[in-house]
């Protein structure tokens, strides 16, 4: 959480956000979501380190997890490669 809230409050802020407030608070909801979600996988490894195996770990949760990130990847490069997103930033900037 204080990690979070410290690189919230010291990275840029979306300036397009009304409020310095609102910034600072979304900034820091930001980084506390993305620091506590990498910390999340460290416990998993860590017992399958200690146990010298890989019993407690679901099949499920390796299959789903595998699915998220292809279909966020092909979330984001659907943005990426799209010419009327892309005309659109360039109209905005």
Not at 24 to 36: D, M, N, Q, R, V
Not at 44 to 64: M, P, R, W
């Amino acid at each position: 959480f204080l990690g979070g809230s410290a690189i919230g409050i010291c990275m840029p802020k979306n300036l397009e956000l009304p409020g310095a407030l609102y910034r600072l608070f979304s900034s820091a909801i930001g980084y506390i979501y993305f620091l506590a979600w990498s910390v999340s996988f460290y416990p998993q490894i860590i017992s399958n380190y200690k146990q010298k195996s890989t019993e407690g770990l679901s099949n499920d949760f390796s299959v789903i997890n595998l699915v998220g990130y292809m279909c966020y990847t092909l979330y984001t490069a659907s943005f990426y490669w799209s010419k009327s997103i892309e005309e659109e930033y360039q109209q905005r900037h």
